[in-house]
């Protein structure tokens, strides 16, 4: 049985990352990438789909302390035990030869018995290698892939695992090095743990130093910006949304799906937030992956691409996974990647404009995307789509798709005005009036003084909590009061806010069944409410929502408050973005607020 999705830890090598519990078990890890197959998946299912556990041999569930060891990716987790205490350290030291995960056990006081169970399984847990020893190592293979255990430890076969028990006293110092290989090769080169930490260690302190914001949220910040770069793959630029797929957005529902690929969307989010924070060559590098990703026919953009820019993410169930605590079913690949999602277009333009105005060099081929783009969006605004939240359902005029269209020619402009961008601006200017003019016809509702989810409906949608953000009205037009408080009122969750109601019939997502309050849009709520100058819930919410976060930093998702459980898959980047925008957006509310200069709303 998995733990709860709060009870785990990433670690990761910027290729790929897994998921370490609280019980000290490995149950998440794809390899070579993000997108392989998992030759762990107990996440998935039990631990006979595969996982790697250390932890003391005491039966009575010891007292586990976790944290990352300070500004890096490597998972300390302190175990206290009857007899003594040792210190289990893991990371993925940076890709030199072969991937690998390091694990290494220290004896802090006393003496303590500690375990090894390993269950290797490829193929999403379902093939079982072959196991034999092979120079000095532990090895496991099966088809192409082969994965090598080198450890001064003695291990035991035991059934379908390799087992060890072994003591380790204050001050020894125990290593395990795993290592997946492709099996035609000749032996993966053994990697010295010891070297590798140093030099683990030294990387992500030395990533971290560019970091603009000194706020009082400083370390929730730096935690959020870390998972960012440990969720984008380093080869391409390219970021995954989250490192798993099908973690549920409801105990034992059917909404899993597989996010370990890139959506423009999360993405150009994602790149906003390392800017602003500081770190521009994450944007240099995601604008070549965008710029590959995209290139070919306007029309046949895609909302989401693989992490090396692949379009084909062919959606399928792994049937034979039990799923995250029953959930099923258990889904890789994403059937989204074929929708129409007119929101997209306006995310890359507001990317592209924000790293124009950091000061990035342009880039000949991006100028000749931006006006692709515009061209093909001049006419396809007018279509409905599925929506920001990727509805199964029939398409229909959403009103948040209209408003980033809204921003995609808005941007233009500004290119334009601000940085002598040539183009028909007075052209786009028109086609952003009338896009202005149309949304306020047709997606408000004067009664009920709210914006609606889509044309003509009356739900609500939380995505109309990015309206202010956006500039398509001021924030004290009475149209966005009107919705912050309608969202506020309608989609509320015990404070925090469901993207959309899920009422007893289908949901807008075309599925049945409740979901969780979203954190995304919840962090959206406390933004909108600083925009509009009600500072004091927005620090009053925004300090919840750091309070949901696992003990070492970490946000899925979603999360349910009636049974105080994150959901969904983890961590998500879509989640730590607005994390970060609101930390900076309250300091410098806080730094206005010294200067005694007017703060919205005053
Ligand atoms: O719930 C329906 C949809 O859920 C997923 O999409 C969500 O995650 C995406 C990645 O973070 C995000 O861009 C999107 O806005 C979210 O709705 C899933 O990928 C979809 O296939 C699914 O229909």
Redesign the pocket.
Known sequence: MPGRIEDYALVGDLLTAALVGRDGSLDWLCLPRFDSSACFAALLGDRDNGRWLIAPAEPDGPYARRRYRGDTLILDTEWETATGQALVTDFMPRREGAPCVVRIVEGLSGSVDMQMDLRLRFDYGRVLPWMRREDGALTGIAGPESVWLRTPVRLTAHGKAHTARFRVSAGEQIPFVLTWHPSHLPAPDPVDAFAALRATETYWQEWLRPLTYHGPYRDAVARSLITLKALTYEPTGGIV??PTTSLP?QIGGS?N?D?RYS?L??SGLTLEALLRSGFTAEAEAWRGWLERAVAGRPQDIQVMYGIAGERRLNEWEADWLPGYEGSRPVRVG???AQQRQLDVQGEVMETVYLTVRSGLRPRQHMVSLQRLLLDDLEHAWTAPDQG?????SAPRHHVHSKVMCWVAFDRAVRLAEEFGRSGPVDRWRQVSDRIRQEVCEQGFDPARSTFTSAYGSPELDAALLLIPQTGFLPPDDPRVLGTVEAVRRELAADGLVLRYATGDGPSP?GLTGPEGAFLACSFWLADALLLIGREDEALELFERLLSLRNDVGLLA?EYDPVTGRQLGNFP?A?THVPLIRVAYELDQHATQHRRGLPRPGE
């Open positions: 949304a989250a957005e909404r799906w996010y959506w969307r999360d994403n059937a989204a920001l939240w990727e509805t199964r997502d998702e998500q879509f």
